[in-house]
Every structure is written in structure tokens, then in C-alpha cells.
């Protein structure tokens, strides 16, 4: 593929890694292509970060044709930077576009596009403890006029932006409101797809429950509202007696790569690992009982989250003390070792950037 290269006037100063937080700090430059119908895939580009003319009737701002992803670049003690299985990354992306009738980009594509973008920005990749480069592609449909239908023009995006380590302060456990109100997907719907959508149906509860004093909800499933889906904009687990229960990809969950890294470690170090219907009734037995061990969130964000208190109807049920597991301690640092660079990576999870 022919990316044109169209380079920053001036570069910006690379700010203090103290100050970076998440997603505020944006890199020089983006990668742009363009979808047509009758084109494909075309004029692939790297320009200068800068905002995007859109026409008033694109379809992205009436109908909420968008998809995106999330996904890191790592720097290492060597000073090399590299990602933690991007190759999900777009294999994810791809399932969302299908999901949402926006276009596919070819697999081999959408690499390029992803590892010569952060080759070019690699030198916004933070080195203090914690830090990484964020990465952002989105595809959104861009059709000019308000027709409701299968968009024939589409625009693939990738921004970058150095984020701050999410425990500064140390890994805090979070506190959780199980939400059953409102829901974020039922199957069938959007749910296992990365969209602005979903994020957009699930800001009241977040806001309601923030206001309470819980920075997540966890959503049950849409229909009974009965069986545990999801954290906010995590997976979630549970080690219940030796079991460690995981809710099955019924659809409605997003198929987080956390997620399945976590089972693969889990499944690779012998612990009994379901995936599986798991009811809030019985979340709560087990919370009552006191065979709730431990719960966790994982998510490329914050990689894993550990959860010290869980709220439904109003009852308030500590986890672990409010304190961090020991198999929760253990997959954050085994993830975060590999992605790191600190131990060999065995699973064969990393992409050096140059090698
Ligand atoms: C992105 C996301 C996750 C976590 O996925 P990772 O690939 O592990 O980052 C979980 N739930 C939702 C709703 C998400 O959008």
C-alpha cells in the first residue's frame, strides 16, 4: 500500500509524563482513508493531527454509523516499542463493520496502516513506569446526504495519544453499582461490536451511578435482566470457591482481548476456568456466603481492575476486604510484564515494531 506522507509544520513539545492522564494529549500526525463503493479502500494518507471537515448530512452524525478500537504501544526498558496483539485489534474491528454494514478493511491493510502510523509517531511513546501510547482507530460512515441505508463512503482513522499509567496512585480497587434499569445491549443488538453506540446508551447509568459514588456500572443482560454481562468499558471476572466464572460471549458482551488473555493465562496455569451463565442471584449467594473471593474488571485500559465493593438495590457488599486479590495481583502481573517487555513472551503475543 502507497501511504502519502504529509508531515507536521511544527512539531509539538512532548509533554511531562506526569501531566498525561488519558486521551487529552494528542501526537503530530493521523493516518486518513477514504471508503467509495466504487473505489474500495483509497488515499491512504498520514497528515497532520488536525480536526476533520465533515458535511452536515454525513451519516456518522444522524444515524451513528461508528465503529472504533482501542489498543496500546508499549515502551521497553531497550528502549523499543511494541503492541499487544493488534492483529485482535483488527480482526475486532472488522467484525464490528460488519455488524454496522460499514465497509471491511482487509486484514493485511489495515496492519500497515496501524504499525506505519505508530512507527511514525513512536517517539510520542512515554517511557515512565505505567505509561503507553494510546492508539484510536475509528471508522465512520460519510455518506453526504440523509438517505437511511447502507453507506457507499466511509473514512478510516488513526489518532494516538501518550496516556498516563491508570495506577499512579497505586491499584486503588473500584467500587461497582449493578444497574437494573437501564441496559446497554440484548442479543441480537450491538453489543459484541465496538461502537459509539453502545457507549452513548450506557452514559445515564454511569452518570447515575456516579453520583452515588461508584465509578462503574455492571450490566445484566437486557432481557431478564438477571445474568451478569459486563463493566462499563471492561470485562469482568470472578473467583468464586476455586472457580474463576467469566460470563460467556452471548452476544451481547464485547469480546474483549484482556479478556481472552486473561483465560489464556488462567487456562494455562490450570486454574478451573467457566465461562458461563452467571446469575446475580447467584453472584450474590456467593457474596452472602462468603464464597466470592475475588473480582476483577479487565480492559486494555486499565488492564485489570480489581472491584472492592459491589452495590445491588442498594445493598453494599464489600469483596476481599476492599483490598486487591492475590490472583487478581497475579494476572496484572503477568499481563503487564509481557506488554512491558519485562518477561519473555511466551504466549507469542507482542509485535516489536522493528524487527
Ligand atoms: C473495549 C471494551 C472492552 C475491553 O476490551 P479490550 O479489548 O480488553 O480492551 C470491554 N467492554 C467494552 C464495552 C468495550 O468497549
New binding site residues.
Given amino acids: 500500500m502507497d501511504i502519502k506522507f504529509t508531515k507536521a509544520a511544527t512539531l509539538k513539545e512532548k509533554p511531562d509524563s506526569a501531566t498525561l492522564g488519558f486521551g487529552k494529549i494528542f501526537t503530530d500526525h493521523m493516518f486518513m482513508m477514504d471508503y467509495s463503493a466504487d473505489k474500495g479502500w483509497y488515499n491512504a494518507r498520514i497528515v497532520p493531527f488536525a480536526p476533520i471537515p465533515i458535511h452536515p448530512a454525513s451519516t456518522v452524525l444522524h444515524y451513528g454509523a461508528e465503529i472504533f478500537?482501542?489498543?496500546k504501544a508499549y515502551r521497553c526498558a531497550d528502549g523499543k516499542v511494541q503492541m499487544f496483539r493488534p492483529m485482535?485489534?483488527i480482526r475486532?474491528l472488522n467484525r464490528s463493520a460488519e455488524r454496522l454494514c460499514l465497509p471491511e478493511i482487509p486484514e493485511d491493510i489495515a496492519f500497515e496502516a496501524l504499525t506505519e502510523f505508530v512507527k511514525c509517531e513512536q517517539d510520542w511513546t512515554p517511557s515512565a513506569e505505567g505509561t503507553s501510547l494510546y492508539l484510536r482507530p475509528f471508522l465512520f460512515g460519510n455518506d453526504e446526504s440523509l438517505g437511511v441505508h447502507t453507506v457507499h463512503n466511509a473514512v478510516f482513522v488513526i489518532i494516538a495519544s501518550p496516556v498516563g499509567s491508570y495506577y499512579a496512585e497505586g491499584i486503588n480497587p473500584v467500587k461497582i453499582m449493578i444497574e437494573d434499569e437501564d441496559v446497554?445491549a440484548v442479543r441480537g443488538g450491538t453489543?459484541y461490536a465496538?461502537c459509539g453506540g453502545?457507549?452513548a446508551a450506557?452514559t445515564r447509568a454511569g452518570e447515575r451511578a456516579a453520583q452515588k459514588g461508584y465509578s462503574q456500572v455492571l450490566w445484566l443482560d437486557g432481557v431478564e435482566r438477571k445474568y451478569i454481562e459486563?463493566?462499563?468499558?471492561?470485562?469482568v471476572m470472578f473467583l468464586i470457591g476455586d472457580e474463576v466464572v467469566t460470563p460467556m460471549l452471548s452476544g451481547s458482551?464485547?469480546?474483549?482481548?484482556?479478556?481472552?488473555?486473561c483465560l489464556e493465562v488462567l487456562r494455562n496455569e490450570g486454574y478451573k476456568v467457566s465461562e458461563r451463565l452467571l446469575s446475580i442471584d447467584e453472584l450474590a449467594e456467593a457474596m452472602e456466603n462468603g464464597t466470592l473471593k475475588e473480582a476483577w474488571g479487565?480492559?486494555?485500559?486499565a488492564v485489570i481492575s480489581p472491584i472492592g465493593e459491589l452495590c445491588y438495590k442498594d445493598k453494599k457488599y464489600t469483596v476481599n476486604n476492599g483490598e486487591i486479590g492475590t490472583l487478581t495481583q497475579h494476572l496484572y502481573d503477568t499481563l503487564t510484564s509481557i506488554q512491558w517487555g519485562k518477561t519473555e513472551d511466551k504466549y507469542n503475543w507482542i509485535y516489536k515494531l522493528d524487527k
Fill in positions: 478500537e482501542g489498543l485482535e485489534n475486532r446497554r453489543g465496538k453502545n457507549y450506557s459486563e463493566v462499563g468499558a471492561m470485562n458482551i464485547l469480546p474483549g482481548i484482556t479478556r481472552m488473555s479487565c480492559g486494555t485500559a
